[in-house]
């Protein structure tokens, strides 16, 4: 069956409410299903809650314009910046539901400028308050008395909505729409399985405040394809959960394939973390485009954390006008107690729970123009490096020019700028190097610190700069370079001061990659 809107009182002028029409509408579907048919036009309304069994389908020309008026999303329990908490209900919502699908050619707006705005205020010390961030606050200090109000920021963020979320729930497709104006995260999927996202458009302006375009957070069997992203923060972004909670509940983000997208401006392309608590694996990405992001492939997480990030494949990959297209960094800065030193610390310390593993990564068949910052970062713990990165067929071109100021490859506890630079890798463990091309502005191709079981093998820098050396190894490494540049290991080549072993020629030694 299908009911249309208008059947049931809407009007498509872009100022009256039409919240209850859509939930009559969808009240039709609750016992055996059906299809909400949204007509040409602009129809404003409050919060929308789904059914299972049930499609959404915007006709081209719609647009479904959800009201700015705060106090219309009363507070429900969800999953908030990776806290299990109450915070205002999405716009669009469906939670222990199956059989959902949301289609067609039509918009769904959050007119998020209000949000924004409040946000931005905050954060710049102003006070904001009204009936529902009071019970928030209430729910969650009762929900959550012994956490740090810092890290969650609940002044500063006031527990914005996503746009479109769904949570606990099976059997969910999304296609053809386009989603934009999102007061916070536009579409976040919580504890979902098998789960198909085709030919979306997600849209935020470059200066929305955590303005993510798709976050898929503990959740299994989900398929990306042929959409576009264009928005304020990071692009697509996979999570698991946060510290503790995270790793208490325990549900991964797994078995998620991302193919023929194009991200553009963002933060990233492809994200995974820094809320990975609960553990992100099994992933691949494949023939994507990202055109202007800040990173490219980005994993991200810190001492706080715990959790996984494995098993992740990338592959056909074109990048262009990227800061840093792979960035993987267990120190990343923010989101965490500011006052724990040892999180932040230099030195090894002990491993426990919250100690966070990456780990079996591969990345082939990748190309780049223009990168602006470093040609990869790659930052482990000095207790727990990165492990087994396997970098392959990969051809990297960093800007030439000289204006460009350049900037942090990934937000470290120590500011670290850098300006069309190389392949940096810090505490790593198994990292290798097949035909791989870095074409840097200044500085050696590929710097390691701290490197262990390194292979480099033909890798090359097309030009190269007067009085500096392709590699460069600081610190301790056991590093091996083999193919075309085993004859090459001479001063202009090959710079170290120190070193766990000689560099060694590996002519005999096969390709790990």
């Known amino acids: 069956m299908i009911y249309n809107i208008v059947d049931y009182g809407a ?53 479904i314009l959800f009201t700015d008026d705060f106090s219309r999303y009363p507070p429900i329990r969800t999953r908030w910046s990776g806290y299990d908490c109450y915070a205002f209900s999405p716009l669009l919502f469906g939670e222990n539901l199956t059989n959902v699908t949301v289609k067609g050619e039509g918009v769904l707006d ?91 458009t997600f849209e935020n302006p470059a200066d929305t405040p955590n303005g993510d375009g798709c976050d898929i957070d503990s959740c299994r069997y989900v398929r990306v394809s042929d959409c576009q992203f264009d928005v304020g923060d990071d692009c697509l972004c996979l999570k698991s959960g946060i510290d503790e909670t995270g790793r208490r509940i325990g549900r991964p983000t797994e078995y998620v394939t991302v193919t023929n997208c194009t991200m553009a401006r963002g933060h990233g392309g492809v994200v995974m973390g820094s809320e990975n608590s609960g553990g992100i694996q099994h992933v691949t990405i494949s023939n994507c485009v990202f055109n202007g992001t800040d990173r490219g492939i980005r994993l991200k997480t810190n001492r706080a954390r715990g959790g996984y990030i494995r098993h992740i494949l990338a592959t056909n990959i074109m990048m262009n006008d990227v800061f840093c297209p792979v960035a993987i960094n267990m120190f990343y800065k923010y989101g965490i107690d500011e006052h724990d030193e040892l999180l932040q610390k230099e030195e090894a310390i002990p491993i426990t729970e919250k100690t966070p593993v990456i780990e079996h990564i591969h990345l082939s068949h990748i190309t780049v123009d223009r990168a602006r910052a470093a040609a990869a970062f790659i930052y482990g713990l000095p207790e727990k490096p990165v492990a ?125 990659l």
């Not at 970098?391 to 120590?414: C, F, L, N």
């Not at 190389?422 to 701290?450: C, E, M, W």
């Open 11 to 63: 009007v498509a002028d872009g100022v009256t409410d039409n919240s209850n029409a859509f939930k009559v509408a969808i009240s039709e579907c609750k016992e055996k299903g059906g299809t909400v048919y949204v007509p040409i036009g602009e129809y404003v309304t409050g919060p929308i809650h789904l059914v299972s069994h049930l499609t959404l389908y915007l006709e081209a020309g719609s647009v």
């Open 110 to 200: 959050g007119q998020g400028e209000s949000w924004w705005k409040v946000a931005n205020d905050l954060k710049r010390g102003c006070s904001y308050h009204d009936e529902t961030t009071h019970r928030l606050r209430a729910l969650n200090h009762a929900l959550l008395p012994d956490l740090k109000t810092n890290v969650l920021e609940w002044e500063s963020q006031f527990l914005r909505p996503p746009l479109l979320q769904f949570y606990e729930c099976k059997n969910i497709t999304l296609e053809g729409i386009t989603v934009r104006h999102s007061p916070f995260w536009n579409t976040h999927l919580v504890y979902c399985e098998n789960v198909t996202i085709r030919g979306l």
């Open 388 to 512: 087994d990165v396997r970098i392959s067929h990969v051809h990297i071109r960093m800007t030439d020019d000289e204006e460009e100021k350049g900037g942090e490859p990934d937000m470290v506890k120590e500011s670290v700028r850098m300006a069309g630079d190389g392949i940096v890798a810090k505490y790593v463990n198994g990292l290798h190097l097949h035909d791989v091309s870095v074409t840097t502005r200044q500085g050696p191709a590929f710097k390691v610190n701290h490197g262990t079981n390194v292979t480099l093998n033909d890798l090359t820098m097309p030009s190269i700069h007067e009085g500096t050396p392709v590699i460069v190894s600081q610190g301790e490494n056991e590093l091996y370079v083999g193919g075309n540049q085993a004859s090459m290991l001479r001063d202009s080549y090959y710079e170290a001061d120190h070193l766990i072993h000689d560099v060694k020629s590996q002519r005999n030694r096969e390709p790990l």
